[in-house]
Structures are given as structure tokens and as C-alpha cells.
């Protein structure tokens, strides 16, 4: 027992920054239908500049805040630079762009900061908790309370602000959006801020694990993506759920069928969910009527 | 009458032709003959004065980190040896090429060198996914290839002109089990590894080396537990690798993965000796794996074939100075570029002038080369092992508090 629970705490941990990371994709997504591939790339380059500041100040919080300011400014920039003057281009141009930004924020980062690994140190250092036999890093639950803080905060500005109906609307149908007097423009520009700082701070939280460097989000971005499909592109909830479930189930199916075979059986599971619902768990299905 | 005139115009062409044909067999034949007498004795590559050779390797994004000291090692080296005035009056030539790490870059980039830039020897190609994408063309040419940045096993096996230096994997892996055994008396073992060609040769050689010891029942079918190179999360494998409760630990894997699995380690406190491989001995993984893991990792021992002894690594220090003096960085990479120089030169010396491929290679056979960094490179009776002394190191930490390497054992081979 003591095994499921350590595995469940550490899943919930990586699982959670997942779902930070999904939900940035899904912001973008909703709002203006593109696919955001530089995700990872972004959060790297902003993990590169927490790095940097806690070099310089070997202070964290100014790290993470000043990590978190430079993905205003990158979320922003990206946008009005890429991807606004592209707004007329087809769908898979915009990806392509994205694409292109993967090589672009890679090539930086490498010029910039280098091509080596470097530790970087956890939020909090303390010593680790232990309940029952249970090995509980105090990092580990600051990492989940950040992730549900933040999400919460996320839904809540979604659901209840006059902003959040703005990007709602742009989502539903951004025409009549517009022809509402929603300003889609800044909601373009808000949805990619929101979701470049909610990859930094994915990339900050998981650089004491992965290490910094420029290959350090392959994989969560690839996670971040798949929790992405499985909850649903169509739901802000959905793309959490996943990320949870995904980090959860990858560790359970180690542990308890294979180590060796987890990714297949995870990942054909996963399958299996999306050939039974299509749009996902949370997903819906739009039908246009006629 | 017309037509007469057109059979005799193509008759008188045909005759033309055939004549020039016969003239041109001719002027092979005779001045081919000098040319053939030439191509015996010199070989592709090589002129009175110079040795042309090429590199393939990482030099550009993301493990340009790995190439780039490695590379200058290797122009180190051979920098030193041309002011020395070369190896029999020859300068040595270096033409690299960058394969990005790619295997269907480095494929290009070998066709280049033989073809192209028509090089004597391949030296010191790095990385194990390019390496293997251009074994049938070394293999096929017969080129010499002399060392090769990459621990596959199956190069001890690709033919005559191969001549590994670093040790193999699965070598290794048998060698550890050595060590399991001997020093560290070991009962139960558990070998926690990356699920690549890396990993796979290592624990292999692990389970072979036990078996050739009489000792298979240390590591048991569910103690060999995979791990992915870029998995974020090792609790499971080292939740079920402190479930078996065993005595030693093999992590087979490289650094990122192995700082993942040591920091994992320090938060669950598992505290059992540990062994890994010799691509981990070197103080940038101590850098990178310290922060994170800075208790167990004194339980961490390393494997390792170059001898780092200061007055060993004088020569090399001096010549980075002198032809890389902005270079800080001088690590396991450049070490590793050095002896793959050194081992190119070695066979150069001993083959004298006789520098034709076969020339070359029938020197190497007869090379015993024990005067560089490591301990003892042999080709003697076709062994292509490579390197087969090995020694282990234990991570402790020197009077300034920094993690260091200490020797712990001599270099010795598995028998």
C-alpha cells in the first residue's frame, strides 16, 4: 500500500504539470483554433531565463516571478510578431508557423544559454514528510497546490470575469464574437499570454527534475499534449483531468503490470478511450444546424 | 547514292570510335601500370608531406555539448603531432563533418569523406546512431576506421578495418558483474537501465558476466527494471528496485536519466552502493547530479577506462592551452577525442611509409599501444575489444567539499 500511494503522490506531481501545460495548449486552441507546437520550446527558453535571474540573485521568487514576466512579454510578442499578420492564413499555415517557432526558440536558447544541463534547484528544500510509511517531498505538494491554485484562479476568470466570456465568445464563434464587440484582437493576445506563462511555469516547476537545458520539455510537452486529446480539446476541464490521469496511470501500470511495456499498454489504453469518445473525456460533440 | 554516303559516314565513326577506345585502353594500360604501383603504396589520402583524415560527429544543437570538446581533444592532439613535424615528414589532415547526431546525416557525410574528400582513414566517428548507419560503407571500402564514440558491441564483430578503443557496453557490463561480485560481495543485485542499445548491451553483459562468474541467481528476471531516456518520473523503478531490498545497484544509464534516478533516490533515502557506467565519469555529471542527490551519491561508484592521473593528462592539458586557450571546459569528451588521435597516430607510426589500407591495417594488427591515456589498447591476434582494463571510482568528496572521483581499484580485465 505503501507503494501505491508514493506512486500516486509522485503521478499527481508530474501529472500536475501536465495539466498546467495542456491547458495552455487548449487556450490557444479554443480561441484561435491553432495547435500551439513551440509550446514546450517557450517553456524551456522561459525556464532558461528563471535559471539565469537565480544565477544572478540566487533568489527563487525573483527566479519564478521573473521567469513569469518574461512570458508576458513572450506570449505577447509571439503573437502580435507570428501569428496576428498570419490571421488570415489557413489553418495549417498558422501550425507550420508554430513549427517553424520550435526551431526558432530552440536555435536562440542553444546561441544564448548554451547547450550544456544545468540543475536547478526545487521551490521549497525542506525536509521530506513521512506519513504512515509514505515519503511526501514538500515540493511534491507545492507543486499540486500551485497547479490547482493557478487552475482555479484560471476557471474562475473563465467562468465569472467579463474577460473570460470575451475569450468564451472568441471560442464559440469569433465572428459573431466580434460583431458583439468583443475585442478578439486582445483576447488573441490575452489567451497566448495565459498560456506561455502557464508553460513557464510548468518548465520551472519540472527544471529541478528534467534538468534545464534545450530538450527538457520534449517529454512533458508530449504528455501535456496527449493529456490535451484525452480530456478533450473542446473543454478547459478535460485537458487537467488528463494530465492527472496520464501522470497517475503511467506510474500505476509501472509499478503494477510492466515497467517495461507501461508506455505501450498507457498509450494503447488511451486509444481505446478515444476510438469509444472521439472528442475525448470531456468533450463535446458540435453539431451545425441547419 | 546518298545512302552509300550515309553507311560510310557511320562506318568511318564506328572506326573513329572504336579506335579512340582502343587508344584510351591503350593509354591505361601502359602509364596505368606506374599509377597502380603508385596506388599500392600510397593510398587514398595520403601524399609525401600529408595524411588527409575525417571525423564524423556531433557539432551543432542540442549535444553539440558532446562533440564540440571532443572534437577539439582530437585537433589537440593532432595539432601537437604536426608541430612535432607529423609522423614520417606527413602532416595529419583533419576534415570533419557534423551528422548532427543523425544517422542518415552521418550516412552523407561518410560518403563524402571517401568519396569526396577521398580520406585515408575515418577517425574517431562519434555517436552510436550514425556509427551503425555507416558501418556497411566502412565495411564495404575497407577503409581503416579507428575508434569509435560509441560502446556497441557489435563493432568488435564488423570486420578487419575496425578497430574500436572505447570499451563496449556489453563488456562492461560483464566487468561489472566482476565488481558486484568481488568487491562488493554482492547477493542480491538489481540492475535499474535505459531501454536503448545502451542500456540493453549493459544489462546483457551484467547477466552474462554473472553467468560466466557461476553467479546468475544475483539478478533475478523482475530486478532488471527499464527506464526511459527522457522520462521525468523514476519513482516506479526505484519504488520497485528498493522493494527487492538489494545490496548493489547497477544504474545503466546516461546522465540524464541517472540524475533523475539518483535524485529519486535521495527522496526516498535508498542508500546502497551504486554502479554506473564509464560514460558517467566525468565532473560535469558530477555538476549536474550532485545538486540534486547530494547524499547518495557518495554511494555512487563509476566505471572507467582513461587513466586521469595528473602527470598523465599533462601533455593534453598543455596542448589545450596552447590550441584552445579560451577553452574552460576539459572533460571525459576531450579525453575521449585525445585517445582517438592517439590510437589513429600510433598506427600510423607503426605502419611507416607502408601507408596503403592494407598497409595500415596489418600495422594495427601487430599495435599493443600503451602509452596514452588509456591503460592498454590491443589489436594484437584480431582482438577488437577495445579497451579491457577497466577501474572503479567512488564519488567522495575532496577537502573543499566538492565531489570528486577516487580511484578505488586497479584497472583490471573480466577473465
Same mark, same amino acid.
Given at each position: 500500500?505503501?507503494? &501505491?500511494?508514493?506512486?500516486?503522490?509522485?503521478?499527481?506531481?508530474?501529472?500536475?504539470?501536465?495539466?498546467?501545460?495542456?491547458?495552455?495548449?487548449?487556450?490557444?486552441?479554443? +480561441?484561435?483554433?491553432?495547435?500551439?507546437?513551440?509550446?514546450?520550446?517557450?517553456?524551456?527558453?522561459?525556464?532558461?531565463? #528563471?535559471?539565469?535571474?537565480?544565477?544572478?540573485?540566487?533568489?527563487?521568487?525573483?527566479?519564478?516571478?521573473?521567469?513569469?514576466?518574461?512570458?508576458?512579454?513572450?506570449? &505577447?510578442?509571439?503573437?502580435?510578431?507570428?501569428? %496576428?499578420?498570419?490571421?488570415?492564413? +489557413?489553418?495549417?499555415?498558422?501550425?507550420?508557423?508554430?513549427?517553424?517557432? *520550435?526551431?526558432?526558440?530552440?536555435? $536562440?536558447?542553444?546561441?544564448?544559454?548554451?547547450?550544456?544541463?544545468?540543475?536547478?534547484?526545487?521551490?521549497?528544500?525542506?525536509?521530506?514528510?513521512?506519513?504512515?510509511?509514505?515519503?511526501?517531498?514538500?515540493?511534491?505538494?507545492?507543486?499540486?497546490?500551485?497547479?490547482?491554485?493557478?487552475?482555479?484562479?484560471?476557471?474562475?476568470?473563465?467562468?465569472?470575469?467579463?474577460?473570460?466570456? #470575451?475569450? %468564451?465568445?472568441?471560442?464559440?464563434?469569433?465572428? +459573431?464574437?466580434?460583431?458583439?464587440?468583443?475585442?478578439?484582437?486582445?483576447?488573441?493576445?490575452?489567451?497566448?499570454?495565459?498560456?506561455?506563462?502557464?508553460?513557464? *511555469?510548468?518548465?520551472?516547476?519540472?527544471?529541478?527534475?528534467?534538468?534545464?537545458? +534545450?530538450?527538457?520539455?520534449?517529454?512533458?510537452?508530449?504528455?501535456?499534449?496527449?493529456?490535451?486529446?484525452?480530456?478533450?480539446?473542446?473543454?478547459?476541464?478535460?485537458?487537467?483531468?488528463?494530465?492527472?490521469?496520464?501522470?497517475?496511470?503511467?506510474?500505476?501500470?509501472?509499478?503494477?503490470?510492466?515497467?517495461?511495456?507501461?508506455?505501450?499498454?498507457?498509450?494503447?489504453? $488511451? *486509444?481505446?478511450?478515444? *476510438?469509444?469518445?472521439?472528442?475525448?473525456?470531456?468533450?463535446?460533440?458540435? %453539431?451545425?444546424?441547419? | 547514292?546518298?545512302?552509300?554516303?550515309?553507311?560510310?559516314?557511320?562506318?568511318?565513326?564506328?572506326?573513329?570510335?572504336?579506335?579512340?577506345?582502343?587508344?584510351?585502353?591503350?593509354?591505361?594500360?601502359?602509364?596505368?601500370?606506374?599509377?597502380?604501383?603508385?596506388?599500392? =603504396?600510397? !593510398?587514398?589520402?595520403?601524399?609525401? @608531406?600529408?595524411?588527409?583524415?575525417?571525423?564524423?560527429?556531433?557539432?551543432?544543437?542540442?549535444?553539440?555539448?558532446?562533440?564540440?570538446?571532443?572534437?577539439?581533444?582530437?585537433?589537440?592532439?593532432?595539432?601537437?603531432?604536426?608541430?612535432?613535424?607529423?609522423?614520417? /615528414?606527413?602532416?595529419?589532415?583533419?576534415?570533419?563533418?557534423?551528422? =548532427?547526431?543523425?544517422?542518415?546525416?552521418?550516412?552523407? !557525410?561518410?560518403?563524402?569523406?571517401?568519396?569526396? @574528400?577521398?580520406?585515408?582513414?575515418?577517425?574517431?566517428?562519434?555517436?552510436?546512431?550514425?556509427?551503425?548507419?555507416?558501418?556497411?560503407?566502412?565495411?564495404?571500402?575497407?577503409?581503416?576506421?579507428?575508434?569509435?564514440?560509441?560502446?556497441?558491441?557489435?563493432?568488435?564483430?564488423?570486420?578487419?578495418?575496425?578497430?574500436?578503443?572505447?570499451?563496449?557496453?556489453?563488456?562492461?557490463?560483464k566487468l561489472m558483474a566482476k565488481y558486484a561480485v568481488e568487491e562488493f560481495k554482492a547477493k542480491n543485485v538489481v540492475v535499474i537501465y535505459q531501454n536503448d542499445d545502451v542500456g540493453r548491451d549493459g544489462v546483457e553483459g551484467f547477466a552474462e558476466g554473472l553467468k560466466e562468474l557461476g553467479k546468475s541467481g544475483l539478478l533475478k528476471e523482475e530486478g532488471k527494471l527499464a527506464v526511459g531516456a527522457a522520462d521525468t518520473d523514476f519513482t516506479v523503478p526505484v519504488q520497485k528496485a528498493k522493494s527487492l531490498n538489494p545490496d548493489v545497484v547497477i544504474v545503466y544509464s546516461l546522465a540524464g536519466a541517472t540524475t533523475g534516478i539518483l535524485k529519486e533516490f535521495e527522496k526516498v533515502n535508498f542508500n546502497v552502493p551504486?554502479?554506473?557506467?564509464?560514460?558517467?565519469? @566525468?565532473?560535469?555529471?558530477?555538476?549536474?547530479?550532485?545538486?540534486?542527490?547530494?547524499?547518495?551519491?557518495?554511494?555512487?561508484?563509476?566505471?572507467?577506462?582513461?587513466?586521469?592521473?595528473? =602527470?598523465?593528462?599533462?601533455?593534453?592539458?598543455?596542448?589545450?592551452?596552447?590550441?584552445?586557450?579560451?577553452?574552460?571546459?576539459?572533460?571525459?569528451?576531450?579525453?575521449?577525442?585525445?585517445?582517438?588521435?592517439?590510437?589513429?597516430?600510433?598506427?600510423?607510426?607503426?605502419?611507416?611509409?607502408?601507408?596503403?589500407?592494407?598497409?595500415?591495417?596489418?600495422?594495427?594488427?601487430?599495435?599493443?599501444?600503451?602509452? /596514452?591515456?588509456?591503460?592498454?589498447?590491443?589489436?594484437?591476434?584480431?582482438?577488437? =575489444?577495445?579497451?579491457?582494463?577497466?577501474?572503479?571510482?567512488?564519488?567522495?568528496?575532496? @577537502?573543499k567539499g566538492a565531489f570528486i572521483f577516487e580511484l578505488k581499484t586497479d584497472y583490471t580485465e573480466f577473465k
Amino acid at each position: 500500500m505503501v507503494e &501505491f500511494f508514493q506512486n500516486v503522490i509522485a503521478g499527481l506531481e508530474t501529472g500536475s504539470l501536465y495539466a498546467l501545460a495542456a491547458l495552455g495548449l487548449v487556450l490557444i486552441y479554443r +480561441t484561435s483554433d491553432v495547435i500551439n507546437f513551440a509550446q514546450g520550446e517557450m517553456a524551456m527558453f522561459s525556464s532558461f531565463i #528563471a535559471f539565469t535571474l537565480f544565477q544572478q540573485t540566487m533568489s527563487y521568487p525573483v527566479a519564478f516571478l521573473g521567469a513569469i514576466v518574461f512570458a508576458v512579454v513572450l506570449g &505577447f510578442l509571439v503573437e502580435r510578431i507570428f501569428i %496576428r499578420p498570419a490571421s488570415k492564413a +489557413t489553418l495549417v499555415s498558422k501550425m507550420i508557423i508554430t513549427l517553424g517557432l *520550435i526551431m526558432i526558440f530552440n536555435g $536562440l536558447a542553444s546561441a544564448i544559454f548554451g547547450i550544456d544541463m544545468h540543475p536547478f534547484r526545487k521551490a521549497l528544500t525542506m525536509d521530506n514528510m513521512t506519513i504512515g510509511e509514505v515519503i511526501i517531498q514538500p515540493n511534491a505538494i507545492f507543486i499540486i497546490s500551485i497547479t490547482l491554485v493557478i487552475m482555479a484562479i484560471l476557471f474562475y476568470m473563465i467562468k465569472n470575469t467579463l474577460m473570460g466570456i #470575451a475569450i %468564451r465568445a472568441t471560442a464559440q464563434n469569433e465572428t +459573431t464574437a466580434k460583431l458583439m464587440g468583443v475585442p478578439v484582437s486582445k483576447v488573441y493576445s490575452l489567451s497566448w499570454i495565459i498560456a506561455t506563462v502557464l508553460g513557464a *511555469i510548468a518548465g520551472v516547476l519540472i527544471a529541478p527534475t528534467t534538468n534545464v537545458s +534545450t530538450t527538457m520539455m520534449a517529454e512533458v510537452h508530449l504528455k501535456s499534449f496527449i493529456a490535451a486529446v484525452l480530456g478533450g480539446f473542446g473543454s478547459f476541464v478535460g485537458p487537467v483531468v488528463g494530465g492527472f490521469v496520464i501522470g497517475v496511470f503511467d506510474n500505476l501500470v509501472g509499478y503494477y503490470i510492466s515497467l517495461q511495456w507501461k508506455t505501450v499498454i498507457v498509450y494503447a489504453l $488511451l *486509444i481505446i478511450i478515444l *476510438i469509444v469518445k472521439p472528442t475525448g473525456l470531456f468533450g463535446k460533440v458540435h %453539431r451545425k444546424k441547419v | 547514292m546518298r545512302n552509300y554516303s550515309k553507311k560510310g559516314l557511320s562506318l568511318a565513326f564506328i572506326f573513329v570510335l572504336l579506335f579512340s577506345m582502343t587508344a584510351c585502353s591503350g593509354e591505361k594500360s601502359t602509364s596505368g601500370k606506374a599509377k597502380e604501383k603508385e596506388k599500392v =603504396e600510397l !593510398a587514398q589520402g595520403v601524399t609525401k @608531406d600529408s595524411v588527409k583524415i575525417g571525423t564524423i560527429g556531433v557539432q551543432s544543437g542540442a549535444l553539440a555539448f558532446i562533440g564540440t570538446p571532443y572534437f577539439e581533444g582530437m585537433e589537440a592532439y593532432l595539432n601537437k603531432v604536426n608541430d612535432d613535424g607529423g609522423v614520417n /615528414g606527413r602532416k595529419i589532415e583533419l576534415v570533419k563533418k557534423d551528422d =548532427e547526431f543523425k544517422p542518415d546525416k552521418a550516412v552523407q !557525410a561518410m560518403e563524402s569523406l571517401v568519396y569526396d @574528400d577521398k580520406v585515408f582513414a575515418v577517425v574517431g566517428q562519434l555517436g552510436t546512431p550514425g556509427v551503425m548507419a555507416t558501418e556497411s560503407i566502412v565495411k564495404d571500402e575497407g577503409i581503416p576506421a579507428v575508434y569509435f564514440g560509441s560502446g556497441a558491441k557489435q563493432l568488435t564483430k564488423s570486420g578487419e578495418n575496425f578497430f574500436p578503443v572505447q570499451p563496449n557496453y556489453y563488456y562492461e557490463g560483464k566487468l561489472m558483474a566482476k565488481y558486484a561480485v568481488e568487491e562488493f560481495k554482492a547477493k542480491n543485485v538489481v540492475v535499474i537501465y535505459q531501454n536503448d542499445d545502451v542500456g540493453r548491451d549493459g544489462v546483457e553483459g551484467f547477466a552474462e558476466g554473472l553467468k560466466e562468474l557461476g553467479k546468475s541467481g544475483l539478478l533475478k528476471e523482475e530486478g532488471k527494471l527499464a527506464v526511459g531516456a527522457a522520462d521525468t518520473d523514476f519513482t516506479v523503478p526505484v519504488q520497485k528496485a528498493k522493494s527487492l531490498n538489494p545490496d548493489v545497484v547497477i544504474v545503466y544509464s546516461l546522465a540524464g536519466a541517472t540524475t533523475g534516478i539518483l535524485k529519486e533516490f535521495e527522496k526516498v533515502n535508498f542508500n546502497v552502493p551504486m554502479i554506473t557506467t564509464y560514460s558517467n565519469a @566525468d565532473a560535469s555529471f558530477l555538476a549536474l547530479a550532485a545538486p540534486g542527490a547530494p547524499n547518495v551519491i557518495e554511494n555512487l561508484h563509476v566505471m572507467g577506462w582513461v587513466d586521469a592521473k595528473p =602527470e598523465k593528462l599533462k601533455p593534453l592539458m598543455d596542448a589545450m592551452a596552447k590550441y584552445f586557450p579560451n577553452q574552460k571546459v576539459i572533460n571525459a569528451y576531450t579525453m575521449a577525442g585525445w585517445v582517438a588521435a592517439e590510437t589513429f597516430v600510433a598506427g600510423l607510426k607503426e605502419a611507416g611509409d607502408n601507408l596503403s589500407w592494407e598497409g595500415y591495417i596489418k600495422a594495427m594488427n601487430g599495435l599493443t599501444f600503451t602509452d /596514452g591515456l588509456a591503460p592498454e589498447i590491443s589489436y594484437v591476434k584480431g582482438k577488437r =575489444e577495445g579497451v579491457t582494463k577497466m577501474a572503479l571510482s567512488k564519488v567522495t568528496k575532496n @577537502d573543499k567539499g566538492a565531489f570528486i572521483f577516487e580511484l578505488k581499484t586497479d584497472y583490471t580485465e573480466f577473465k
